[in-house]
C-alpha cells in the first residue's frame, strides 16, 4: 500500500470508525484492520501507541463529525424544528450503525477510563449544541426565559433514557410515547 504518513493514519482512523460502526469496537480485533488495511501490525502502532488510543481517537472523529453534520442540517431551520431534529436524531427508528458504535463507546466507558472521559466530552458537546438551539430560541422569544443549560441537561437525560430503551424495544407505539412524553417537558419547561 503505497499511502503517504498522514494519509495512511487517516485511512486507519476511516477504517476503523468502519469496522466499529458495523460490529461494534469490542467485536474488532488488530488482526481485522490490518486485513482490511493491508497492512501489518507495526504500521498501525507506528501512528498508534496502542489499540485504546486507536480506538479513542477512531471515536472522536466519527463523533466530531456526526456532531458538525448535525449541526450544518438545521443550521436554516428555526428554532423549535431544530429542536424537534435533535429529539429525532436521538431516537432512532432502529439501532443504525451510528448507534452501534456510540453504544459500544458507552459499553467501553463503564469500563475504562479514556472512554469514560470521551464519552463524558461528547455529552457535554451535545448538550451544549441543544443548549445553543434552546438559548437562540429563548433569544428569539420562541422559547420563554430560563436555564438553557439545565434544561437541555434534563432534555439529554429523557432522550438518553428513551434512546437506550428505543435500541431494545423496536416498537413504533414506543417510540411514538417517547415523543409524547419528550414534548409535554418541553411544553412545561420551554
Request: charge should be negative; proline fraction near 2%.
Amino acid at each position: 500500500m503505497k499511502t503517504s504518513g498522514s494519509g495512511l493514519r487517516e485511512k486507519i482512523l476511516e477504517t476503523a470508525i468502519a469496522l466499529f460502526s458495523e460490529k461494534g469496537m469490542e467485536n474488532v480485533k488488530t488482526r481485522e484492520l490490518t486485513a482490511a488495511l493491508g497492512v501489518s501490525r507495526s504500521h498501525i502502532y507506528h501512528y498508534f501507541s496502542d489499540w485504546t488510543t486507536l480506538s479513542v481517537q477512531a471515536c472522536t472523529l466519527f463523533a466530531e463529525r456526526d456532531l458538525a453534520r448535525f449541526n450544518q442540517q438545521i443550521s436554516t431551520l428555526p428554532h423549535r424544528q431544530q429542536l424537534e431534529a435533535f429529539i429525532a436524531s436521538h431516537l432512532p427508528q432502529e439501532p443504525d450503525a451510528e448507534w452501534q458504535l456510540y453504544s459500544s463507546l458507552w459499553r467501553k466507558a463503564t469500563l475504562e477510563s479514556p472512554y469514560a472521559a470521551l464519552a463524558t466530552t461528547l455529552t457535554e458537546r451535545w448538550n451544549g449544541a441543544m443548549a445553543a438551539i434552546i438559548q437562540g430560541g429563548m433569544q428569539a422569544g420562541v422559547f420563554r426565559a430560563g436555564d438553557a443549560h439545565q434544561i437541555a441537561r434534563q432534555l439529554s437525560a429523557m432522550l438518553n433514557g428513551y434512546a437506550d430503551l428505543l435500541i431494545v424495544v423496536t416498537d413504533e407505539h414506543a417510540r411514538q410515547q417517547a415523543f409524547e412524553d419528550l414534548h409535554a417537558f418541553i411544553d412545561l419547561a420551554l
